[in-house]
Each structure stands twice: as structure tokens, then as C-alpha cells.
């Protein structure tokens, strides 16, 4: 028998991963499918039924609530801790910082994952999803906030899609589709940076035409920034998150000679989190000081409010400090995905928790609400898991030895 005789075809090779289909479905028969599995199998039709049903068949929305958690969760927190791709890409390639380039590639698949799945909650969210690409194509309203974050949204998911192509065309190996996306590497991270910008500042300004309904404690003129700084922060712990999975999860994948420190990544990656954190702490008690709003401390809001800018800012920025400067790495795994968590409370107190805090009752997500969060996160994982298992993220392509 030839070579190229006993060499398995395209679908078995690449998809496969060279394994026949009843080998490879036994890789799939792990705990952790199980249980993605019983998700989709409940979730997946929940999706179905909210598109056939509408959304008051499936949600607790209303005119006074029409904002719950698949803004909350799915768009603003996936948006937010989706910017780990312009920061990671920035460092590497407009600043030159070598040493971040290993982690490049998972930075950009999970900037990339999490904006096409905030799309798809926020799909889910809209009354009439298809019509999604009127603020792009119809609703040209140029002084609309909504417009520019439509925009920005939209543009930004395509660029990270082309960052993400080099990847792509290694695993289809195509040579010359890949160096043409290379040439733009440059462009692309630039235009990723100011869109980034604009729109991760713009989600916040949203909010500031919710004077009145928006908590005094969390509504102010600084809000933007909140979301600007507080993205950018939270994208680096999602980084230290991932990447630490990534590495553990996906370790065979690294080749000899190809091993990534990532506990001094983790470290300098800390730093600059601690820094951003601090700075976070500080401009929002100038938000609260500009805001007037001091007197509401004394209430069940204010503490809640302080648990959160103490407990999942100024804490985590001090443990980020400490952890590396004594490089403690697993204290700083642990504190990064705090402020994961951190970033999504945030989110979750300006668009649900804090969102009309005055009136009754107030809203609280279904059950399939709930259900329907749970599996578009499960959905975003099991790509990200597909990809890496396939495409050269963690790992060279030996047929293209400069790739990273």
C-alpha cells in the first residue's frame, strides 16, 4: 500500500482528528461531554422554542424590564471580557512585547468566541431578530449611541475573525491566503483598537439615558470609562483564565522545544491588571463623589455596592499586587477569575440588578431565561474547544516554523 493510500482522507484528518468516527466518538465519552450534553439536549430546544414562541412565552421581560440577562451576561459581559483580544494583540504587535506572543493566538479566538456569541444572546434578546441589521443598514440615526455600538460591534467581530484567519488557512494550509493576512496584521490591530475603544465605552453610555431608572449608585457621567477601563481589566484576568486552562487542558498539544512559561505570563499579566484595578477603584469613588449619591451607602443598595467596588476591585487589585510580587501564581489563577466573576456582577448590577430599582416587581430571569445563558456559554466553550484540538492556537504548524 502507497503513502498517500494509507494517508486518511480531508474529513477524517481535519476533523477527525485522523481517528476513524468510532474512535472518535469514544474521545467524547468523558463526564464533562455528559454534561455538555444533557445542556444542549435541554437548552437547545429551549432556543427553538423562544424563536417560535416569542419572548413572552419564554422570559420575564417587560416594557418597564426589557433588558435581563442575556444583555447582562451574554452581551455586556461577553463584550467586556472579550477585549483580552485588542490588549494581548496591542502588546505584541504595536508594541513589540515578544514575550506575550505566545498567547496571542487564544487571546484573539477568545476575543473573537465571545463577541460571536454575544451576537447570538443579544439574537435572542431582540423581539424581531431579523431584523438585527437595521441600525447598520437602515437606521442610519449617526448621533444614536446605539448606531455606533451597532457599528463598532459589527466591525469589530469581522477584524477579529481576520486576526483569527492566519490560524484558519494554516489548518486548511494555504500558504498564500495565510501571508496575505499576514501583511494585515498591522492594519487590522490598529483598526481593533479604536474600535474596541469606541464601542466598550459606548455600551456604557447607553446608560447614561437611564438617569432615573439606573440606581444613583451606579449611574454617572463617568460611566463610559467604567466600562472602558473595567473591560480592559477583566479581559487581561480572562486571558490569565484561559490560558491557564488552556495549558493544562490542552498541554499534549505543546511540542518539545515549543514550552510557554505561562506562570511568568501570568505574573506580568497581573501587574498590569493590579494597576488598571486600582485606577478602576479610584474613578469610580470620583464617580460617586461627582454623583451626590453618598447618602444611599446606608442602604441594602449601597451595601451591595460596596461589596462590589471593595470585594471584586480594590481587593483583587491588592491580591494581584501582592500575588506578583511574591509571584504566588495559583493565588493569582484564583483572583483573575474573581474578577471575571467581578466584571460580570458589574454588568449585571448597571443592566438588571440596579435597572429600576424603585419599581415593583421587579424583574427576575426565567427558568428557560436562565437555561438559555447557561447554553449559549456552553456552546461558546465546545468551539473553542473544537478549534484548538484542530488549528494551530497553542501550537506551530511545523509546515509554517515562523507562524509565531
Request: hydrophobic share 55%; charged share 10%.
Amino acid at each position: 500500500m502507497t503513502d498517500a493510500a494509507a494517508r486518511p482522507g480531508w474529513f477524517r484528518e481535519k476533523i477527525l482528528l485522523g481517528l476513524t468516527p468510532r474512535e472518535y466518538l469514544r474521545t467524547l465519552l468523558t463526564p464533562w461531554d455528559a454534561v455538555f450534553a444533557i445542556i444542549l439536549l435541554i437548552g437547545i430546544p429551549i432556543i427553538v422554542y423562544r424563536f417560535a414562541a416569542g419572548l413572552g412565552a419564554t422570559t420575564n421581560l417587560t416594557q418597564t424590564s426589557p433588558w435581563g440577562i442575556w444583555i447582562g451576561i451574554d452581551m455586556l459581559s461577553g463584550i467586556a471580557l472579550a477585549a483580552g483580544g485588542f490588549t494581548v494583540a496591542t502588546a505584541v504587535y504595536l508594541l513589540g512585547i515578544e514575550k506575550y506572543h505566545p498567547i496571542v493566538r487564544p487571546a484573539i479566538l477568545t476575543g473573537f468566541l465571545g463577541y460571536l456569541f454575544a451576537v447570538i444572546g443579544l439574537m435572542c434578546d431582540l423581539g424581531s431578530p431579523w431584523r438585527i441589521t437595521t441600525p447598520i443598514l437602515f437606521s442610519w440615526g449617526t448621533r444614536s449611541v446605539m448606531f455606533e455600538v451597532a457599528w463598532c460591534v459589527a466591525l469589530y467581530s469581522t477584524v477579529l475573525f481576520l486576526e483569527f484567519t492566519p490560524s484558519l488557512f494554516e489548518w486548511l494550509n494555504w500558504p498564500r491566503a495565510r501571508r496575505f493576512m499576514l501583511k494585515l496584521t498591522i492594519a487590522l490591530t490598529v483598526l481593533g483598537v479604536v474600535l474596541s475603544t469606541l464601542h466598550q465605552s459606548s455600551l456604557g453610555a447607553l446608560f447614561l439615558m437611564a438617569k432615573g431608572k439606573l440606581h444613583p449608585l451606579w449611574y454617572s457621567e463617568y460611566i463610559p470609562l467604567f466600562f472602558f477601563v473595567s473591560a480592559v481589566a477583566g479581559g487581561l484576568s480572562m486571558v490569565i483564565v484561559e490560558s491557564s486552562l488552556s495549558h493544562r487542558l490542552f498541554g499534549s498539544q505543546i511540542k518539545p522545544g515549543q514550552h510557554v512559561d505561562v506562570g511568568q505570563l501570568t505574573v506580568d499579566l497581573s501587574r498590569a491588571a493590579a494597576i488598571l484595578l486600582f485606577a478602576y477603584f479610584f474613578i469610580r469613588l470620583q464617580g460617586l463623589l461627582a454623583s451626590g449619591a453618598m447618602a444611599y451607602l446606608a442602604t441594602g443598595y449601597g451595601a451591595w455596592y460596596l461589596f462590589e467596588i471593595v470585594g471584586f476591585i480594590l481587593v483583587p487589585s491588592l491580591l494581584f499586587a501582592h500575588g506578583a510580587r511574591t509571584r504566588k501564581v495559583g493565588l493569582l489563577r484564583i483572583v483573575a477569575g474573581w474578577t471575571v466573576l467581578g466584571v460580570v456582577v458589574n454588568r449585571l448590577n448597571v443592566s438588571v440588578i440596579a435597572m429600576n430599582w424603585d419599581k415593583t416587581p421587579h424583574y427576575v430571569p426565567s427558568v428557560m431565561e436562565m437555561i438559555t445563558t447557561v447554553t449559549i456559554i456552553t456552546l461558546g466553550v465546545l468551539t473553542f474547544r473544537w478549534i484548538v484540538n484542530r488549528m494551530p492556537i497553542l501550537h506551530d504548524d511545523p509546515r509554517f516554523a515562523e507562524a509565531h
